[in-house]
């Protein structure tokens, strides 16, 4: 049976707040996997995803349950916010598990953590580059005592690129797989599409890899599709400017990089060129800012380590 709920979090606004999603019963025992989208609002591929996944979804082929949550930030979606949630300026993944007590992000943190992905056995969050991202698909895994069974959900999605983020050297804190693998959930951050566009190819990309882990976790019948090849990346760099400027970006996504070689220039507003950006190791552009105007300390892009 899908039934539509909506989880009620009265503290957040004059009015509240509710987050719609989506509650899957199977025909009988399995595991329960937690879906989540929209957890940056102008991500508008992963939030498509998951609204024609369960569109599409047969109940009778569903062994346990399945919570899927098309949009977790509903804030930042309504204001077409990218990356932060509007009533504090907070990126929400950046701070899960939550604080129960803290601002309008944290408390959000809290109640997705603790309703949706709390007592799961499996997570996946949906992603896809924001308004002024351009993307390659990859999934992201974090080590942890479960990073085994995480690295499975990344394998089974069957995206080119796979990062591993390291226990004491994480680029991204706070985030949902982070905070599910230190709970000892098996989770990943799956990316697909770019520049807050609905792309056929990215929706269906988000689609198809969300029912192959779900057929390879038991929650769906069917065999799951055999490994995809991929390109393991041990962490990254993410690059940022020191000075507000013309960012103009000198590669693409997804071509490899030689250590230092150029990735883009800085230049003032007459166009004089302040900075080169270069490559601090070998590695692959998964993602990077395609927007020419970037503040200070803005991010330019991430460059996934080489690996095997």
């Not at 899960?96 to 799961?120: K, R």
């Not at 499996?122 to 002024?132: E, M, N, S």
């Not at 680029?171 to 949902?176: N, R």
């Not at 709970?183 to 192959?212: K, M, T, W, Y």
Request: net charge negative.
């Amino acid at each position: 049976m899908i039934t539509r709920r909506t989880l009620s979090i009265p503290e957040l606004g004059p009015d509240g707040l509710d987050i719609p999603y989506f509650d899957i019963r199977g025909r009988g025992d399995g595991p329960l996997l937690t879906v989540l989208s929209g957890v940056h609002g102008a991500e508008y591929a992963s939030i498509a995803a998951v609204r024609e996944f369960v569109r599409d979804l047969d109940v009778d082929t569903v062994s346990g349950r399945i919570i899927a949550v098309p949009v977790a930030n509903v804030p930042a979606f309504w204001a077409r916010t990218p990356f932060v949630v509007p009533a504090d300026g907070k990126n929400l993944n950046r701070h899960f598990p939550g604080d129960p007590d803290g601002t309008f992000t944290e408390v959000l943190a809290h109640h997705l953590f603790t309703s949706f992905m709390a007592g799961a056995d499996y997570v996946v969050d949906l992603h896809a580059g924001d308004v002024p991202e351009a993307l390659e698909p990859f999934t992201i895994f974090e080590e942890s005592p479960v990073e085994s069974a995480s690295l499975d959900l990344a394998v089974a999605y069957g995206a080119g690129h796979i990062v591993r983020q390291a226990a004491v050297a994480r680029t991204v804190a706070g985030s949902s797989c982070a905070a599910a693998a230190d709970a000892g959930i098996p989770a990943i951050i799956a990316e697909s599409g770019q520049n807050g566009l609905l792309d056929r190819a990215a929706i269906d990309r988000h689609v198809a890899g969300l029912g192959n882990i779900a057929r390879s976790v038991g929650v769906l019948d069917g065999d799951p599709w055999p490994a995809r090849e991929a390109q393991r990346h041990e962490g990254w760099h993410w690059l940022r400017t020191d000075r507000a400027g013309w960012w103009q970006p000198a590669v693409t996504t997804g071509e490899s990089v030689p250590a230092g070689g150029l990735l883009g220039t800085m230049s003032d507003v007459w166009g004089e060129v302040f900075a080169e950006v270069r490559a601090p190791e070998a590695g692959t552009p998964l993602f990077l800012t395609t927007s020419p105007a970037v503040s200070a300390d803005g991010l330019l892009l991430g460059l996934a380590r080489s690996g095997s």
